[in-house]
C-alpha cells in the first residue's frame, strides 16, 4: 500500500515536472511571446491611464484595475505553473525517483 502511495505521488509530480516544461515551451513559442507583449502592454497602458484619470471617476479606475488585475493574472498563472513544476522536480530528485 505504501508502496502504491509513493508510486501516485511521483506520477503526480512528475505530471507537475511535465506541465511546467510545457508552459515553459509555450511561453517560449511565438503565441506564448505575442501573449505576454499583449498582456505587459495592457498593464503598462493602463497604469498610464490610471496616473491620468480623474479620480472621482470610479468606475473608470475600477475598469482600469480589472484591466491590470486581468493581464497580470495571467501572467502569475504560467509562472506559477513554471514554478510548480521546478519544485516537483526538486522533490523528485530529493526522492531519488
Known amino acids: 500500500m505504501a508502496?502504491?502511495?509513493?508510486?501516485?505521488?511521483?506520477?503526480?509530480?512528475?505530471?507537475?515536472?511535465?506541465?511546467?516544461?510545457?508552459?515553459?515551451?509555450?511561453?517560449?513559442?511565438?503565441?506564448?511571446?505575442?501573449?505576454v507583449q499583449r498582456a505587459e502592454e495592457e498593464v503598462e497602458e493602463a497604469v498610464e491611464k490610471l496616473k491620468r484619470v480623474d479620480c472621482t471617476a470610479t468606475q473608470e479606475i475600477r475598469a482600469l484595475q480589472n484591466q491590470i488585475y486581468r493581464a497580470e493574472s495571467i501572467q502569475y498563472w504560467l509562472a506559477e505553473a513554471i514554478q510548480a513544476g521546478q519544485i516537483?522536480?526538486?522533490?523528485?530528485?530529493d526522492q531519488r525517483i
Open 3 to 35: 508502496g502504491e502511495v509513493e508510486k501516485n505521488g511521483a506520477s503526480a509530480l512528475y505530471r507537475e515536472v511535465d506541465f511546467g516544461i510545457a508552459v515553459e515551451t509555450f511561453l517560449g513559442s511565438p503565441i506564448g511571446k505575442y501573449l
Open 88 to 93: 516537483a522536480s526538486d522533490e523528485l530528485i
